[in-house]
Structures are given as C-alpha cells and as structure tokens.
C-alpha cells in the first residue's frame, strides 16, 4: 500500500516538473512577440519592435525611437539589429509565421517580394489626413516603394554613386584631380599612370558589385538592366553590353585594376583605403566607413563618375515599412509618420551616417563629412534611376553577378556574359505572376 | 549489425564492464519497468520529433511543391526531382563534394600515424600534444575560417610569402577555381585531425598489451609490430571514422559557405551539395527544389553508407 502511494507521489511530481517545464517554455514565447499584453493599441502603454540590419545606424535609430518616447510616453520603441547576413533569412520566417517586427527596414530588391506577400501594411489608406506627404520624399524612392498603385514604404535614405579617388597618389603621379568634367577615356588615361606594378599599386579597383559598376554604367550607355514594366531583361542589348564591358576592359585589357581573385581575397575597399589602388566607384555611403580609416580621411575625396554616352545612374535606398500583421497597428503607424518627418529624417542626416530621401535635408549631410565633397553625391541623384529589382528579384540577382564574375575573370566575353543573364533573368520573370 | 557501430572506445570498456553480448537472453523487464524506460525517453522522443523528425517529414512532402515566399506552396509531383537529375549545377556540385569527401579521407592515415606517435610509451608532454592536436576540434568553424582566409590571402597571405622565398609564384587559393576547393580541404583535414586522433589512441589503448610482449619475444620490430597487431586490431576504429569521415563531408557546408562565399568567382567550383541546398532553398528562395536535393543527398548518403557496411566485412576484425 505504501509503495503503490510512493510511486503515484513520485509520478504526480514528474508529471507536474514536466507541465512546469512545458508551461515555461510557453511563457518564453509568448513573452518573446514584442508585442505584450497591450491590446488594441491605444489604452495603455504598449511596446512595438523596429527590426534594422546596421550596428551604426542602429544606435542613431534609437536615439530617434527615444525621441519619439518623449513625445509619445505610451509608446516604447525597442530597436532589434539582426545582422545583414541573416536579416533576410530571419525576416522572411518570422513573416511567414506572422511575427515580423511592428516596424522594420525594407530595401528595394526585396520590396515587391514582400509587397506582394501580403506581409507590408497598405499605407495608402491611412495617408490622408495624416503627417506624411509622399511628395516631400525624393520621387524615384517613392515610387520605389509604390506598389500596384499603393504606398507601402516612407522613404528612408538614399544613396548614389561617386568617383572616390586618392588625393596623395594623384600628386605623387603629378596628374590633375579627377573634376566633373572628366570622360571615362580621361579616368582610364590617369589610371594607366597611376598603376605601378613594381609597387603592387593599381589606377582603380574595378569591383563587380553591380550597383559600383554595370548598374552605374549601363544607364550611362543607353541601356536597361530591366525594362520599365520589370517583364523583361536588357542585358542583351548593345547599349547594355558596352555598360558591362567598359569594366571588364579595366581589368583584362588595360590592367589597370586587380583581378578578381585579387578583389576576391582582399575586399575592393581595403585595395582603396590601404592606398594600393588610386581610384573606386564607391557609393555615398562610404563616406561615413571612410572616415573611421585615418589614411582614408585624410586622402579620399570624392568627383562625380566620368561621363559615358549619356547622363545616368542608378540610386538605391531604404524604407520602413509596417507589418500588415502588426498586433499594435496604430502605436507603429504613430512611429512610422514620425521616421518618415523632416526632424526624424535630418537626425540621420546630422549624425552623418546617411543621405535621408526628405526632399531638402541632405544638406546637412553635406555638411556632416567637410573633409569629403559630398555635394558630389546629391547632384548625381538628378540623373538617378530606381535600383533594378522585380516581384523575386532574389531568383537572378546572385546567379546573374556570378555570369558577370566569369567576364571579369576572363572566362566569358561581356557578350556571352551578357546573354547569360538576360536568359537568367527572362526565365526568373516569366515564372513571376 | 548494430552492436558493431559502437565505438570501440566502449569495446575496450567492455574488459572493466561486461556488458551482455548480442544474442544473450536478457532478463525481461517487469511491465512497471518498461513503463519508467519510456516515461524517461519521453522528453527526448519529443525534441527528437519536434526539431528532426517532423521537419523530415515535412522537408519530404515539400520536395514534392513549388515553394511560395511566405508558406503557400503548390503540389507539382515529381517536377523537382525531374530537374535534380538534370541539373548541371547540381552534377558539378557532387563532383566537388566527391573530390572534398576523398580528400578528408586521407586524412584518416595522417591521423592513425598521428595517433600512434602519441601513443608512444614515455613521450614527454604528452597530454600538452594532444590538447594542440584537439584544440581545432573546439575552435569555431568561424574562428578557424577566419584565420585560414588570412594564411591563404593571395596577395597578403603567409603561406604565399613563404612559397616566395623559394621562387614559387602561390595562387589565390581561395578565390582560384582551380585550388579552391582543395584549399577548403586541407582546412578540413586539420580540424578535423585531433577528433580522429582522440578515437584511435583510444582504439589502440584498449588492445589488449600482451600482443605486444608475445610479438617482441618473436622478435617483431616496432614497424612489424604496428601493421601487424595496431592496424589488423584498429579496424574497427578505423572502419567507424571512415563511416562519420564520409557522412560528415558529403554534408559539407560551414567551410565553403565561410571561407568562399556566394560571390567568389570560384564558388561554382567549390559548393559542395548541401552549400547549393542553402544557395535554392534560402538564397534564391526555391524551397521546394532545395528540399528535392535534400533527399537526392539522402539518398545518396544511405547508398554509401550500405556499401560500406557490406565492404567492412573484407576488412574488419572483430578481435
């Protein structure tokens, strides 16, 4: 009797250990939502997340969350930074699961992949009567997070391309800085001077990143990388193929860049900021890593790139955007119309790490970087066009630059690379819907 | 067939421990014990369920779909299967992870010799010679990555400014399609020395002494003595390396993924199948594919494997 009472006593206990556990757990998931026990927004103080991918621009976004505290004092933004490398892969889960963060960081390759989801709230809506006034943001970012007519994405940042050079190599070399004058033939005559083998330095650092080469060059010879109506690719084109083999010539017919491999082992930037190449394509980012490098400081800046067949560019740049699943809507649209305000906007400007798409701040991003001549990268934007990307743009971006990679490496010819991908692409879009 | 996968480290237990042998009748279980057994696997049966067996499962039925961005999927039958076999991109990728598998293997003798050496009577410092011969097995693939993306830098690397003092011109052997993925090898090798060298002094710890004493009163020299007793008695060890060894690098992933990247120019020729796996599935967004050469791989694991159980009884001498 006694042994059979131990025993129920002892299963009773596992029992309840095990449903402690069990019980545990659930809390830890719960608890891990953001969200909290809230409700419906609005009664109550109420904690909503923002998702970002950049350790610098982070802490600059919470002290624009905390800002928006003070004003807000029921609203408690809490900033969570998932690395780049695993923000996509971490984001398209919890959206699947219908856990993304109440706010968060869009980019445009990846836009209509999510508009089109259904995991972005429909802004268009709520705008009248609302703080935000999509034509106070740069027109190519707002139309960049347009969607089937809807606006689901405040603009951000911008961002564009400049001919960052070295200072102290072109006077050792004794040839004239780069000006906005300059042709390509001009950039390829100085980088010819400036490459010295005997010292292991080269004239520029022709990176195969897409948007720091053939994105730059291709609206600058006439072409498309993706027609206007995002159905079809102009890699095949004439015009688009001289955009991809201007580069390829730096490196297999003038040598005046290291190779890819080269490029491959130490990063493009490091071949610049070490001073072992003269010259780079470098966005305007840059500007706010460059400074961090003492030699880079001190001897970059920054002309418009050389002129090809046209004016042209291609400008990439960041939205928020809110999840349509968001379990506080109206606290993360209170926080959206405040990242999307001028004063939100400028903050990023002033702490200098990026160029804001409000329309008349980018001045004091100007004037954050004296030692650089940033003004460079606002005047580019009037020629700027939308960064190429479609309904899955992750179906032929990659494939597509290791195509381009082979002509870099001088295993295809920029026409066969070229026709590779636009049959990568063609083949990507056709099984869009 | 199952007692025989057991580490030998057990086996050599076995002389201290007797464990019942294969075949004898044990004492069956009273009902209230069988209840208590399953009551205490019950937590891991259900980790093993929710985190492996359940998404098998799931991976399986997907392979069979197109995969939506966010969770839809449609059935599309054998579509994903079809394209496995004629997908080239695929075929280069097990062709990498075949020259990746057969380089790990040699990697087995280099341990057993290393093993021997510090197994040697006498040796001074012995166990601070086996903790460096382990400590890759503890570093992070991260950390080692790291560190062998600097040793082989073409332009900056010191394993090319040492092939400089004799006049040898080093490749970029990571950026290199034509070195790359024996470059990924070689790192393979070397963290992976110290495990197998852990397994085999302790597969030649557990033959039993007096072989050796019998075989020195014959006679034998050290070298006679080391092919004819350690090997022949260390096959059991070596058969279960060679089967992990094998399993572990058709699974290969961590290495190419941290040391070459998805936009070297010689990743092409250097993605192994579970790097190409990551690339569809997570990458470029292609679930359903990506579960497909999931199960290819599967499929090909269990062959190998199979093989070589069949091919282990030409070899391996159980005592």
């Known amino acids: 009797m006694t042994r059979t009472h131990s025993k129920t006593k002892r299963t009773a206990f596992i029992v309840a250990a095990g449903l402690a556990a069990v019980t545990t757990l659930a809390a830890c998931s719960s608890s891990s939502d953001g969200g909290g026990g809230g409700g419906d ?53 919890a959206a699947t699961g219908g856990a993304a963060p109440d706010v968060f960081w869009m980019n445009e ?16 809506d709520k705008l009248d009567g609302s703080e935000i006034d999509m034509s106070n943001y740069i027109d190519i970012q707002t139309e960049a ?71 730059s060059t ?30 390829v010539d730096l490196v297999n017919k003038y040598n005046v860049s290291p190779t890819l491999q080269q490029m491959t082992d130490t990063d493009a930037d490091t071949w610049f900021t070490s001073g072992k190449a003269a010259m780079i394509f470098e966005g305007s980012w840059a500007a706010a890593e460059f400074k961090e490098i003492p030699y880079a400081a001190e001897n970059a800046n920054v002309a418009p790139m050389p002129k090809l067949d046209q004016p042209g560019g291609v400008s990439n740049g960041l939205g928020n955007v809110m999840s349509a699943k968001s379990e506080q809507p109206e606290a993360a649209w209170e926080f959206l119309q405040y990242l999307g305000s001028k004063e939100a906007e400028t903050a990023q400007a002033d702490a200098g790490i990026v160029m804001p798409a409000y329309k008349g701040t980018t001045d004091s991003w100007v004037k954050a970087f004296p030692e650089f001549n940033l003004q460079v990268f606002v005047d580019a934007l009037e020629n700027s066009t939308q960064y190429p990307s ?24 920029a026409e066969q690379a070229a026709a590779n991908a636009a049959k990568i692409m063609n083949d990507a879009l056709a099984a869009e819907k | 067939m199952t007692s025989q996968l057991v580490p030998p480290v057990e086996q050599g237990q076995r002389r201290s421990m007797p464990l019942p042998r294969p075949g004898t009748k044990r004492r069956s279980l009273r009902h209230g014990d069988r209840y208590w057994a399953y009551l205490l696997i019950v937590p891991t049966a259900i980790g093993l369920t929710v985190f492996s067996i359940w998404p098998a499962l799931q991976t399986f039925y997907f392979s069979f779909t197109k995969w939506g961005t966010f ?41 057993i010799g290393l093993a021997a050496l510090l197994n040697t009577k006498g040796l001074r410092w012995v166990s601070v010679y086996r903790a460096v011969y382990f400590l890759p097995v503890v570093t992070m693939p991260a950390a080692i990555a790291l560190v062998w993306k600097l040793i082989y830098n073409g332009d900056t690397g010191i394993l090319n400014q040492f092939l400089a003092v004799f006049g040898i011109d080093g490749p970029h052997w990571l950026s290199d399609p034509a070195t790359a993925i024996y470059a990924v090898g070689i790192v393979s090798i070397w963290s992976s020395l110290g495990y197998n060298m852990v397994l085999f002094i302790a597969g030649m710890q557990s033959i039993p002494g007096e072989f050796y004493e019998a075989a020195s009163i014959d006679g034998a020299g ?98």
Do not use: C
Not at chain 1, 65 to 77: L, R, W
Not at chain 1, 113 to 124: F, R, W
Not at chain 2, 287 to 302: C, E, N, S, V
């Open chain 2, 71 to 111: 969770g839809g999927h449609e059935w599309t039958g054998f579509d994903n299967y079809t394209q496995v076999v004629h997908d080239p991109e695929l075929l280069r990728s097990l062709w990498n992870t075949v020259i990746f598998s057969v380089m790990t293997l040699l990697g087995i003798p280099l341990s």
């Open chain 1, 218 to 247: 291709i609206p600058q010879t006439g072409g498309q990388v993706i027609s206007d109506d995002k159905k079809s690719s102009g890699y095949d084109t004439p015009e688009a193929i001289k955009g991809v083999q201007v580069w």
């Open chain 1, 145 to 215: 997070y347009t969607f089937d007519g809807s606006v689901y994405g405040i603009p951000k940042d911008i961002d564009s391309i400049g001919l960052w050079y070295n200072k102290a190599l072109f006077a050792a070399a004794g040839i004239a800085e780069p000006t906005g004058d300059w042709t390509w033939d001009d950039m390829v005559a100085a980088a010819q001077k400036l490459t010295d083998p005997s010292k292991g330095q080269y004239g520029i650092v022709a990176q195969s990143a897409p948007q720091q080469s053939y994105y």
């Open chain 1, 109 to 124: 390759s990846n836009f209509a992949t999510y508009a089109s989801g259904g995991v972005l709230a429909n802004l268009s």
């Open chain 2, 222 to 319: 050290t070298w006679r003595q080391f092919f004819g007793i350690t090997m022949p008695l260390l096959t059991p060890t070596t058969f279960f390396v060679t089967v992990i060894t094998v399993i572990n690098a058709l699974q290969a992933f961590d290495l190419v993924y941290l040391m070459v990247g998805k936009a070297s120019p010689a990743i092409e020729e250097s993605q192994t199948v579970v790097y190409l796996f990551y690339a569809k599935g997570i990458l470029q967004g292609d679930g359903g594919y990506a579960a497909a050469i999931a199960f290819a791989l599967l499929a090909l694991i269990l062959l190998i494997t199979a093989l070589q159980f069949r091919a282990q009884k030409r070899w391996v001498h159980y005592e």
């Open chain 1, 41 to 93: 927004g609005g009664s109550g103080p109420v904690t909503i997340s923002y998702g970002v991918w950049d350790d610098t621009q982070g802490k600059v976004m919470q002290q624009i969350a905390d800002k928006f505290h003070e004003a807000h004092p029921d609203i408690t933004v809490k900033v969570q930074i998932t690395p780049w490398d695993q923000y996509w892969t971490k984001l398209q889960t």
């Open chain 1, 390 to 413: 479609s309904m899955n743009s992750a179906a032929w971006q990659d494939p597509i630059e290791l195509e381009f990679n082979k002509a870099w490496g001088g295993e295809l010819t």
